[in-house]
């Protein structure tokens, strides 16, 4: 008997505890109700228990082994001690008026599994500020679910709802943002019942957007969102802000990628930020990031300012330590403009410029018979370089001395100019005479270093070497001297112009002659055809006699500004325009008359050409901004020959007001 006694008793101690479906149980001060053999649902909580006066609950995953998967019908109703509940990821469904009228409830989590809302499940949750839909199983907002909730604001939907249902956020009066997935397909009418001033976020052409359109509420396109970049940046920063020695930048610069960073993370992190937004606080980060200095940069700006001065003056020193000098203030530019610049970068360039300026080495002049004391660049006609020589008596006195002026062409090949003393120009400077000497600069070669040297026979005197592009920086870091403040708007003109003189004919990327000039300054975008506004008119401008034909005109700024004319006669023609140096060429049956030396203040003046046939003359006016207005006018010029031509253009506008 004693042996069967045990045998029961073992075997009941192995029986788990059942709880009769449908019958109504409490664990730790939660009342539920088993949904069968496994599962239950939580049906309130027990009246004067301890949770009963709980501001915060949190909802077990089980109550006696069995997994929790329903909140009851009316489970919380009417609680207004309760703020937040935690309810567990296995809750499949949230009942009829689960949460009706929790006024104090601020905030709640739908769980990742939860399938099924019932009506009016937080109706009347009047302190409920933000509701976080994790799930993505929930297929519909049904009647009621949020009504009356006066101060919900932000809601995002999750992706998957396909149906709001009446009256389902109606009365919500501080809504303010709301969400819509793709997925909707259909909105009660009534769904925002007493709602004013919200806006809808969602795709264009969505059951959302037809909603908003339909009842007059503001729309947010929220399609085609791109965080890519934006998170890259975001990586760029965060990685500075804490793995790098940030002791090596200046405070300023540091602080504003400290807060361009931080509202980037308030931007990213907020699912209403739109494209544009998003597009700003990338913009504001990126350029707090590219705007870091460091603080040694004060030092190599320091540097760089004497570098150019001294390039400007280079004529001075022997040709070899300025490239060498030449070379090294490149660097240190490319160093400056870095975005941003290393510590190890700044130190190597700060070396290397104070090297080679200290290694400057000036030209010994002991040859008296010609001796350089300025240049300087010329500005009333064409680009050229002066150079001001004091000459000695011998030579003064030469018909056969003479300047000569070599400019590098290419690797290999060198352009001579020569220009005889007898032809120099005397000028008296500070009550010193001194002899001028002129050598004439295509726009492309501003920033060639032209070699002058006197040559008497077989003797050569002292060598110098200058570029346009040293004196005209030279005037732009002086413009505490009142000619050169005047000359500064057509000294940068000049300068672009020469710039993309190097894009279109050398096909140049680096070592622009613009380089030191604002992008700003370097735009040529403004000017279009209409700017220029000089069509060709042949009622008013041909008055040919019978047997010429004018077929067009071209203009060369390859070296001097030279405005070519295309004729053609069966018969010889002969051509005058006052004051201009005229050629004719014959080419591929064209007669062409090319009119050259054009200065950049003449670039918008009517050019009146005589054109004579035996004893018959007639005229064509032809000015070089019909050609520039065509050039602009016609798309199929590629955009460089364009963009030179908006420099030329704005050259003349600049030579205009430096004239007047």
Known sequence: MKKI?????????????????????????????????????????????????????????????????????????????VQYITMPESTRQISDSAMYGMKSLKTITIPKNTETLGKSVFAYCTALESVNFNTTSLSAIPEFTFYGCTNLNNVILPDGTVTIGNLAFAKCTGMDKIYIPSSVEQISDTAFDGVSGMTIYGEMNSEAYRYAQENNINFTDMSGKDLESFSESMETAFYLIHYTATSVYTEETFNTLSVAYDNAVIVKNNFFSTQNEINTAKSKLDNAYYSLRLKSMDTLDTLITQAEDKMSVSFKYTEASVSSLEEALHQAKNVQNSTPATETQVQNAIQNLSTSINALETITQTDTRAILKGCSSSLEGDIALNFYMQLDSGVIGSETAYMQFTIPKGENNTEIQKVFVKDAKLRYVNGEALYVFKCRIAPKEI?????????????????????????????????????????????????????YAQMYFDGASDRLVNDNMTENEKDVSDITAQTINKPYNKNTQNFLCDGVVFRGATLSLQSETTLSLYFQSEETLS?????????????????????????????????????TVGENSGTLTYNPLNYCYDVLNNSSNGISWQNSVKALYKYWQAANIYFQ
């Open 575 to 611: 051509f005058s325009c006052p004051g201009k140096i005229l050629s004719v060429t014959k080419k591929d049956g064209f007669q062409i008359l090319r009119i050259s030396g054009i200065a950049s203040k003449e670039i918008g003046s009517d050019f009146t050409v005589t054109v």
């Open 5 to 81: 006694f045990a045998v029961v008793l073992c075997f009941t101690m192995m029986i788990p505890f059942i709880v009769t479906a449908g019958a109504l149980s409490e664990t730790n001060g939660f009342l539920y109700e088993g949904l069968d053999s496994f599962h239950a649902e939580i049906v309130g909580i027990r009246a004067n228990s301890e949770l009963s006066q709980a501001e915060s609950i949190v909802i077990p995953d089980y109550v006696r082994e069995l997994a929790v998967t329903q909140i009851g019908q009316s489970a919380f109703l009417q609680n207004n001690t």
């Open 447 to 499: 920033g060639l270093r032209v070699k002058a040297q006197l040559v008497d026979g077989d003797s050569q005197a002292t060598e110098y070497n200058y570029s346009v592009k040293d004196y005209a920086y030279y005037m732009l870091a002086h413009k505490e001297i009142a000619a050169y403040a005047r000359a500064e708007g057509i000294v940068k003109a000049m300068l672009n112009h020469g710039a």
